[in-house]
């Protein structure tokens, strides 16, 4: 069974400084894995996704994220925090189940950036 | 823009009613996934159809039903609506050469139970 885990509902940071989104997975398989974004009343939009290449995986809007196997870690960062990356952060774990790659959603991490 | 449409984007019914929700898929993407999203229960999977078949099968209840038309549209038949079943209702799509579902997602409807 897979599993992911957001350790942190919100995060809170200044414009211009760096963000930690933390994600931990679960999974019996060689995951992929993925980070959406949404914003609000709006639908979730891919920032980047690990597929078994590169560790380090580079996204859209300058995010990154590093996948760590012997941490079980798949998390999110940006050196420099902008006031349009407000939104809630959702990381994804997904393995193959019966031949069908069937996507855990954490339960969301709400980043909140002050001027 | 995801390319991926949902139609209606609200929806307010009253409990005991049935509606349904209409999605279409990005054009070329044979997959269609459907999920909950709640305040308590997060975003849930419900179900997944691939090229009009049903695929797989999450957290659906026996209450609400879905299908793929040949044309790839999707649609979700919510019945018997109870109070409980208020959520954003999102749609997305994979495209059939990406093993590692990389999904994209409509705007997604809001349905409200009165």
């Known amino acids: 069974a897979q599993s992911v885990t957001q350790l942190d509902s919100h995060v809170s940071v200044s414009e211009g400084t760096p963000v930690l989104l933390r994600c931990n997975y679960s999974?019996?398989?060689?995951?992929?894995l993925f980070w959406y974004v949404q914003h609000p009343n709006k639908g979730l939009q891919l920032l980047l996704k690990?597929?078994?290449?590169?560790?380090l995986v580079k996204g859209i809007n300058g995010f990154e994220a590093e996948f760590k196997k012997s941490e079980t870690s798949f998390h999110l960062t940006k050196p420099s925090a902008h006031m349009s990356d407000a939104a809630e952060y959702f990381c994804?774990?997904?393995?193959?189940?019966?031949?069908?790659?069937?996507?855990?959603f954490g339960r969301g991490t709400s980043l909140i950036v002050h001027p | 823009d995801s390319g991926v449409t949902q139609t209606p984007k609200h929806l307010i019914t009253a409990t005991g009613q049935r509606v349904t929700l209409r999605c279409s898929p990005r054009?070329?993407?044979?997959?269609v996934y459907w999920y909950q999203q709640s305040l308590d229960q997060g975003l849930q999977f419900l179900i997944q159809?691939?090229?009009?078949?049903?695929?797989a099968k999450g957290n659906i209840l026996e209450r609400f039903s879905a299908q793929q038309f040949p044309d790839l549209h999707s649609e979700l038949n919510l019945s018997s609506l109870e109070l409980g079943d208020s959520a954003l209702y999102f749609c997305?799509?994979?495209?059939?050469?990406?093993?590692?579902?990389?999904?994209?997602f409509g705007p997604g409807t809001r349905l409200t139970v009165l």
């Open positions: 997305a799509s994979s495209p059939p050469q990406s093993p590692y579902n990389e999904q994209f």
């Open positions: 999974s019996s398989y060689s995951p992929s």
């Open positions: 690990y597929t078994s290449a590169a560790t």
């Open positions: 994804v774990v997904s393995d193959p189940r019966g031949g069908s790659y069937i996507p855990t």
């Open positions: 054009s070329g993407d044979l997959s």
């Open positions: 159809y691939y090229n009009g078949e049903e695929r």
